[in-house]
């Protein structure tokens, strides 16, 4: 079958080797000039199950009323006349209710564990390099009230499958010795040694080449004007050519991985989808040989920082500020991340080398990622994975994949368009053909 995979970033990425390793024809189509240069260029470099836990959970809506006003709060809401943002604010409150939580939480961790598995399949299979490390991830906690409900969290993802260690202080410092003169703000930490990390826009442009070279075609530098749809499927998308005309493409079935844009595509088709931009930051550290950094992955769970070494460069990410589509770089939110980083790393090379980068998380109320089908028989999403696209990735492109190819994905994951009642009957159901 002929698959057009609109965006080129780590989810559209391995969305396009997956299903080229199930025999389909597949075209990318990426408005830049190459693979991951957007949300996945200079993300933290986690690959975390640890952290399925969504960002909506019941203690977050105290913790935004003492973030108001903050410039550098880890959450930053910054009002705008856009019905979407409110929409999306009073959803996301709604998915902090306890019981809504825990069903997330569960769902999401069963999709990280698959994509894990399948990330390192993929690595075995094609000795792809992308600075990875797997020596876990440490979430570490300054405040007792929270490290208390951390440890009662990790008993509920040790039942779903995750391997969670709970920590004393000492026992954090002993895993990552870096942490030594932060002792005093320690007050424990969890524990997932079977997480990883690595650099997700080295893995994407390694991804992206070997895909080439197996028959994949990615057309880089085209902006995408329209999906055009008729008689209940999407019959082209319109591309824009050099001068700006149209410029038609057409397949037999169409994903969309667009991430943050998706939604803006998809909203003239009549298809509506929960995902709002949300805009993080990073810092890249270079380091050399005497500089004191951490070399395994961690998170600073209070301050929503994560730390991954790649190679020569320490990656440092968090916070989140919602106000729409706005690229620009707020220096002071990204010398935040400096002045925290270190306290807590003095010796972590040089504070005046940081590189600043911005990008737009493609977030979902819940967390929960839009992955399967839509009204459209012929016309399949990958989108939404918000801080998780790295963590996802692989998981997500094998399950969409699976579901072009009329096969039933083997996460227990709400794929859209797949209500639990129908589920064993997927494999019968008409295709995308």
Known sequence: MQVMVLGAGVVGTASAWYLARAGHAVTVIERQGAAGLETSCANGGQVSASHAEPWANPGVPAKLLQWLGRADAPLRFRPRAEWRQWAWGARFLLECLPARNRANTRQLLALALYSLGALRRLRRETGIAYDQLARGILAFHSDDDEFRRAAAHAELMRRHGCVCEVKSAAECIAIEPALHRAAAHIAGGVYTPED??????????????????????????????????????????????????????????????????????????????????????????????????????????????????????????????????????????????????????????????????????PATPSNLPCIGRTRYPNLFLNTGHGTLGWTLACGSGQAIADMVSGRMPEPEFPFMGMPARARAAFATSPGPG
Do not use: N
């Open 196 to 361: 990883e990390s690595g650099d997700a826009f080295k893995f994407t442009q390694a991804l992206a080449h070997r895909a080439a070279g197996e028959g994949v075609r990615f057309e880089y530098g085209r902006t995408i004007k329209r999906i055009e749809a008729a008689a209940g499927r999407v019959r082209r998308v319109v591309l824009a050519d050099a001068a700006g005309r149209d410029d038609p493409l057409s397949a037999e079935a169409y994903v969309v991985a667009l991430g943050s844009y998706s939604p803006l595509l998809l909203a003239p088709l009549g298809v509506s989808i929960p995902v709002y931009p949300l805009k993080g930051y990073s810092i890249t550290l270079p380091l050399d040989a005497a500089d004191e950094a951490p070399t395994v992955s961690l998170t600073d769970v209070e301050h929503k920082l994560v730390f991954s070494r790649l190679g020569a460069r320490l990656r440092v990410a968090g916070t989140a500020e919602m106000g729409g589509y706005d690229t620009e770089v707020d220096d002071a939110r990204c010398q935040a991340i400096v002045r925290r980083t270190f306290e807590l790393f003095p010796g972590a090379g040089q504070p005046e080398r940081a590189e600043f980068w911005t990008g737009l998380r």
